[in-house]
């Protein structure tokens, strides 16, 4: 396969994320040159109910994007066959891309669509060694640059093109917890991004000089209509900041559809995990393949 990697989103791959830094790529490259291995370690339990979607009909597996310093990991699943395929940027959660983001990433290519999910932290910290969730925030995701994990994205997407058979014009992107919010983040990068959907991502936070802005910083600059999937139940993301964020999107005239899950709390899609709620993970993956069908990625 092919390794070149021509096919950007602009010639200037930052430009339409006013304020962010070139990416300050780190001298010592990859900390994980691999990803990991089963689920990730920082959780209290497993779950009986963990969905393993098999690769009949696809190709799945770990692979090497070429990115600005080296290559990648990451993870890529895709329909069998010439394509060309609607592409998925599978941003991952904190935990980094285990089983779960997989497995997630087999179910897209199940129903038509190249899904990637680059290992956008293997040059912060080994997440496959991680337990605390606290620890991973603090040393591994504020010392993520927002502009190294957003030209990691477009080395994905242009790699897919080049070398997975996928289509340039029919990128879209989806993101659970800390990847929801780079799905708002994208958005407002990407010209040519068609949609995005955001499970539970943060819409505030602290701004510091390597992430300058947040979701609701950008909102009105989306280049792409989003459908944001969230709990009433997180304690963590409060509905009104949500709803504000979508509310000064609409008033820029920019398309977010926000459902709320009045029960659910965040990590709600996350079948490994004890916060699934099945019922509201089964309705919002509907939501999402159909409203991503709907806005041309399908």
């Known amino acids: 396969m092919s390794n070149t990697s021509d096919h950007r989103a602009d010639a200037t791959p930052l430009e339409g994320l006013d304020g962010l ?9 990859f900390v994980m040159t691999s990803l990991m291995t089963g689920l990730t370690l920082a959780t209290s339990s497993v779950e009986a109910q963990v969905i393993r979607t098999d690769a009949e009909g696809i190709e799945a597996g770990e692979v090497k994007i070429p990115a600005a310093d080296g290559p990648m990991p990451g993870y890529r699943a895709m329909p069998k066959g010439e394509g060309p395929f609607p592409i998925i940027l599978v941003i991952e959660e904190i935990f980094g891309v285990h089983d779960y983001i997989k497995d997630i990433c087999r179910r897209l290519a199940k129903v038509g669509y190249c899904a990637v ?3 956008l932290y293997a040059r912060q910290g080994d997440l496959s060694t991680m337990t605390d969730a606290k ?13 190294q994990w957003i030209a990691d994205l477009d080395a994905a997407a242009s790699w897919a093109v080049s070398a ?8 879209g992107t989806m993101g ?3 990847g929801g919010r780079g799905v708002w983040l994208y958005a407002a990068h990407r010209k040519d991004l068609k949609a995005g959907v955001a499970w539970y991502g943060p819409v505030g936070g602290e701004r510091t000089e390597i992430q300058p802005r947040t979701a609701t910083d950008l909102a009105a600059e989306l280049n792409a209509p ?12 409060p509905v009104p900041a949500v709803e504000a964020a979508r509310d000064k999107a609409k008033a820029a005239g920019k398309s977010v559809e926000l459902v709320v899950y009045p029960d659910a709390p965040h990590g709600f899609h996350a079948d ?5 709620h099945e019922a509201d993970a089964k309705d919002g993956w509907a939501r999402a393949l159909a409203f991503l069908k709907s806005h041309g990625v399908g």
């Open 21 to 29: 830094l070139t990416p300050p790529f780190s001298r010592r490259g």
């Open 117 to 119: 999910a680059p290992e």
């Open 135 to 147: 620890v991973i925030i603090r040393d591994i995701i504020s010392k993520t640059p927002d502009a």
């Open 164 to 171: 997975s058979h996928g289509d340039p014009s029919r990128i």
């Open 176 to 178: 659970w917890c800390r």
């Open 226 to 237: 989003l459908l944001c999937l969230y709990g009433g139940a997180d304690t963590g993301i």
């Open 272 to 276: 490994y995990r004890p916060s699934y």
